[in-house]
């Protein structure tokens, strides 16, 4: 699945990794049925009721301890991107990656890879520390410079938790009116990262 308007943290994940499709390797889908999710090994995402769907959970780069996950809020419609492939374009969507590594060290140093690469192709309009369910993350906000993609606007959370870096995105079109930062908040409130 090669689409264009993914956001450039997975663009920049595989390039580091000389990855460019997932696999298509998916984990159980327990979001409807059960009220969760997990990716990876160590992070759990709740069903909170919200209106999300999850669109997919993967074990992207399992063995370099990378998962990728991403929901979708509202209708989609066909959408062809440069490459001439038609996709579904959501109202909104979150992408989420995890990485799991051998050290705190290590899960800190690629976060600040992934946060130096949103800052470098996004224009950022505002950045602030927050905590939620316990866990500390920096939130950026930003829209997107690159003209070709479909979406308008995003806001991203960086954490570590131990071992674990997280980067989640929060994109939407133009006309998507609900507020972004209620919703990240919302979604990172039902996020619980467990202990080895």
């Given at each position: 699945m090669k689409l264009k308007f993914l956001p450039c943290l997975?663009?920049?994940?595989?390039?580091?990794?000389?990855?460019?499709v997932f696999p298509a390797k998916e984990?159980?889908?327990?979001?409807?049925?059960?009220?969760?999710v997990t990716v990876g090994h160590h992070l759990t995402i709740k069903n909170s009721g919200n209106g999300l769907s999850l669109l997919n959970n993967m074990d992207v780069l399992s063995a370099d301890g990378l998962y990728y996950a991403a929901f979708t809020i509202g209708d989609f419609e066909p959408?062809?991107?440069?490459?001439?492939?038609?996709?579904?374009?959501?109202?909104?969507?979150?992408?989420?990656?995890?990485?799991?590594?051998?050290?705190?060290?290590?899960?800190?140093?690629?976060?600040?890879?992934?946060?130096?690469?949103?800052?470098?192709n996004y224009q950022i309009l505002s950045e602030e520390e927050i905590t939620c369910n316990g866990q500390p993350y920096l939130l950026i906000t930003y829209r997107?410079?690159?003209?070709?993609?479909?979406?308008?606007?995003?806001?991203?959370?960086?954490?570590?938790?131990?071992?674990?870096?997280?980067?989640?995105?929060?994109?939407?079109?133009?006309?998507?009116?609900?507020?972004?930062?209620?919703?990240?908040?919302?979604?990172?409130d039902n996020c619980t990262f467990n202990a080895d």
């Open positions: 997975l663009f920049i994940i595989f390039l580091l990794t000389g990855c460019s984990q159980e889908d327990t979001w409807t049925d059960s009220g969760y959408y062809e991107n440069s490459d001439g492939d038609t996709v579904n374009l959501y109202d909104a969507q979150f992408y989420l990656v995890l990485g799991e590594y051998s050290n705190s060290t290590n899960a800190q140093n690629n976060m600040n890879k992934w946060l130096t690469a949103a800052k470098e997107f410079i690159n003209e070709e993609n479909p979406y308008d606007r995003g806001i991203s959370a960086f954490g570590v938790s131990e071992n674990s870096a997280v980067c989640i995105e929060l994109t939407c079109r133009k006309n998507f009116e609900n507020d972004l930062r209620t919703l990240m908040m919302d979604f990172l």
